[in-house]
């Protein structure tokens, strides 16, 4: 267990101390799992049927700015910037240019031609900068603004009326992003999120980011907001096989593997990886993620054994849970690329065979489209 | 609030003296440090027990936890309704969440009583 003491704070500790949240170590951040009152499931619900709000500010933030920013990003990370405009986010993977295993998958933020703001992931942050300024032609900056800005996720059905009620802008089309005064202070907001539901992240600056937060809570409390933690996110996630790095994507595990090929600009010239995942997706991967659903009372783990019906070896789950939704254990898991969806596999639950089917995920229709 | 006419165990377990037998569940504070409690598996009824081994186990959302039998004897009743409802356990962790209830054994057998803690005990160990 790491010293907490030596971990980072959000902007919003203070707040969630006050609530009484049950506090944990996410990649090296101390950050709300659950809140007193709500609990993983009724978290998960508030999301699905009303609005729910995140503090992610553990989530990296870095720019790359200067001539051609835009064009570099593009030879870095796999997904095409070129189906994008500015004003617009894109999801994409920063991966080892040897190997194509996944250093990061991140966020991108097209501002214009010559800045591009990205959202990694907290643990991978300084990895991701690490690299790109190793490899930036001169005169293009890439900084770490870790700490200039706190991220706030209002996800669920309600979460239009929660930013109405407050001012800020909404009804802006998927993956698109808007910069607005409110209130005298900066906020980007975006329509993007984790969870499957409609909803945006907003992105004040670190020292208005609990101003904001206290905002959010009061406006969503008509439409029945609560405070989400972590917790509530990875089941939210997990129930639409959204993948999560260090789990499902990692530098051992390939965007071909993870089924994350719809976020590879297979037609670029370059990008970091081509040629081991060109050469990989031609060959056809060695394993392939797949949804996992219970056909029993067990909840699959993270590493936990996949075997065939017969007993042979057929992978590993990369993550698993409870779903709130369905009810049953839920996984994703990489598995032998002759298993298809409809088998039937064991996965061993602490040495006890689980019959679970193979599925293509998401396991739930989201109440509205996050897109 | 920890009732005072339990007995515990240090791993968060209550004991309700009911004549021959022992009504079980797990402490308050062991609910909450689960977090959501979604699945309970309990032993069947006529399974022998011993005191301090596992007999089932507790998952939530986030993690799994032992059931330990806290005395040695049969499980005579098992509480069926936490097979639909292991919310149960967080919402009455004392009254409608107990788990089992077991007919303790004779002598020698009747082994991890004396680990057995009182109401003030089990509180000054979770306040150290």
């Not at chain 1, 203070?14 to 659950?34: C, N, S, T, V």
């Not at chain 1, 995942?277 to 590493?303: F, Q, T, V």
């Not at chain 2, 069947?44 to 039998?69: N, P, R």
Request: glycine letters at 12%; aromatic letters at 6%; one cysteine or more.
């Amino acid at each position: 267990m790491t010293d907490p003491s030596a971990l980072r704070q959000s902007p919003l500790h203070e707040r969630h101390l006050a609530l009484g949240a049950k506090m944990a170590d996410f990649g090296g951040w101390q950050m709300p799992i659950e809140y007193p009152g709500g609990g993983v499931v009724k978290e998960h619900t508030a999301v699905r049927e009303a609005v729910g709000v995140f503090d992610v500010s553990h989530l990296g933030k870095a720019v790359v700015r200067g001539p051609g920013a835009a064009a570099y990003v593009n030879e870095a990370f796999t997904n095409d910037l070129g189906r994008i405009t500015h004003g617009q986010a894109q999801y994409t993977l920063c991966c080892d240019d040897a190997t194509g295993g996944v250093v990061d998958d991140l966020i991108a933020y097209l501002v214009s031609p010559d800045e591009v703001f990205l959202i990694p992931n907290a643990a991978n942050t300084a990895e991701v900068v690490r690299r790109l300024a190793a490899a930036a032609p001169a005169g293009l900056e890439v900084r770490d603004l870790h700490d200039q800005h706190g991220v706030i996720a209002v996800q669920g059905p309600r979460s239009d009326e929660t930013l109405d009620a407050l001012g800020l802008p909404t009804g802006h089309s998927y993956m698109s992003f808007r910069a607005v005064d409110w209130r005298g202070q900066e906020v980007v907001v975006c329509r993007t999120g984790y969870t499957g539901e409609r909803g945006y992240e907003l992105v004040p600056r670190w020292d208005d980011t609990v101003a904001l937060w206290d905002a959010v809570l009061e406006a969503g409390e008509p439409f029945g907001i609560r405070p989400a933690g972590l917790g509530a996110r990875d089941t939210l996630r997990t129930e639409m096989g959204y993948p999560l790095h260090g789990q499902d994507l990692s530098l051992d595990i390939t965007p071909v593997q993870a089924r994350c090929g719809w976020a590879v600009g297979w037609k670029k010239p370059a990008f970091w990886g081509r040629a081991a995942l060109l050469a990989e997706k031609e060959a056809g991967p060695a394993r392939l993620s797949w949804g996992l659903e219970g056909l029993e009372r067990a909840i699959p783990r993270a590493h936990m054994t996949v075997t065939t019906d017969s007993g042979a070896p057929a992978g590993e789950v990369t993550s698993g849970t409870f779903s709130p939704t369905r009810k049953l254990g839920i996984a994703l898991a990489l598995l032998d690329p002759s298993v298809t969806a409809g088998d039937e596999v064991l996965v061993d639950v602490r040495g006890r065979p689980a019959r679970f089917r193979v599925v293509k995920p998401p396991f739930v229709t989201p109440s509205t489209s996050a897109s | 609030m920890i009732p005072e006419d339990l007995q515990y165990t240090k791993d968060h377990e209550w004991v309700r003296r009911e004549g021959d037998t022992v009504r079980v569940g797990v402490t308050d504070y062991a609910q909450d440090a689960l977090g959501d409690i979604v699945f309970v598996t309990l032993p069947d009824t006529g399974t022998q027990v011993t005191a301090g081994e596992t007999c089932g186990e507790i998952e939530s959302t986030k993690s799994v936890s032992e059931l330990y039998a806290p005395v040695t004897g049969t499980v005579v009743e098992r509480n069926d309704a936490l097979d639909a409802a292991p919310e149960l356990v967080n919402s009455d962790p004392y009254g409608d969440g107990w788990m089992m209830t077991i007919r303790v054994g004779d002598g020698a057998d009747n082994g991890g009583d004396g680990a057995l803690l009182d109401a003030a005990t089990y509180q000054a160990s979770l306040d150290g």
